[in-house]
């Protein structure tokens, strides 16, 4: 059963710092791995799709990498800024089902402070 | 991307009524699914929402509790239904072309039970 894990669960840093937030997962068998934002009692915003193919995926500030045969993501942060403060989950896309099914980890909840 | 309007937004209702929310999509989308957030908790998958046909539930979620309805490729809803406070979440619908594209969600249906 593919099981996904976020360290750290909170992180506090101070504006314009870099920092990296972890995935891991249990099955490396996945279709693909999505990083989401969440703002509280909002929606999720998707940020990069990283394909099991692929290494890496770049969206303005946000660097997401791929190392599927250890089981492991990173989402990188450039610059932090109070607006990236939200909560941050990681999802894999897996074999099950007919359709494959997105397992979430719990999330990081990032704080950026001015 | 895909464009998702989920309603209500929030809502508090009695225990024992039920609720209906509702997920309309900008286009014509393959696949739907449901999600469940219960507090402090990450997303789990509730049902994939089948065009024209029962929707597909997974483990410990149950038609007569969830009863979802596809009608077309754009709108789905899902229904709280006899609910208690351990209903109380927040419901999220999702959208992905097919299992290699990106899931978009709507910004959620924040339910409380009292």
């Known amino acids: 059963k593919q099981e996904v894990t976020q360290i750290p669960a909170a992180l506090s840093v101070p504006e314009g710092e870099n920092l990296v937030l972890n995935c891991s997962f249990t099955?490396?068998?996945?279709?693909?791995l999505q990083w989401f934002r969440q703002d509280p009692g909002k929606g999720l915003t998707s940020l990069l799709l990283?394909?099991?193919?692929?290494r890496e995926q770049t969206s303005g500030r946000l660097n997401a990498s791929l190392d599927k045969s250890s089981g492991r993501s990173t989402l990188y942060i450039a610059a932090s800024q109070p607006g990236d403060s939200a909560t941050y989950l990681c999802?894999?896309?897996?074999?099950?089902?007919?359709?494959?099914?997105?397992?979430f980890g719990k999330g990081t909840k990032l704080s950026v402070k001015p | 991307s895909a464009v998702i309007s989920q309603k209500p937004s929030r809502d508090i209702c009695q225990r024992g009524t039920s609720l209906t929310i509702q997920c309309q999509v900008d286009?014509?989308?393959?696949?739907m699914f449901w999600y469940r957030q219960q507090p402090g908790q990450s997303l789990t998958l509730i049902a994939t929402?089948?065009?024209?046909?029962?929707?597909?539930?997974e483990s410990g979620f149950v038609i007569d509790k969830f009863p979802i309805s596809r009608p077309n490729l754009t709108f789905s809803t899902l229904t709280v239904s006899n609910m208690s406070p351990e209903d109380s979440s927040i419901y999220l619908c999702?959208?992905?072309?097919?299992?290699?594209?990106?899931?978009?969600f709507g910004q959620g249906t924040r339910l409380t039970v009292v």
């Open positions: 999702s959208v992905e072309e097919n299992r290699n594209t990106e899931a978009f």
């Open positions: 099955d490396s068998a996945i279709y693909n």
């Open positions: 990283i394909q099991s193919s692929q």
């Open positions: 999802a894999v896309k897996t074999y099950g089902g007919s359709q494959g099914n997105l397992i």
């Open positions: 286009s014509q989308v393959t696949m």
């Open positions: 929402a089948n065009q024209g046909s029962e929707a597909t539930y």
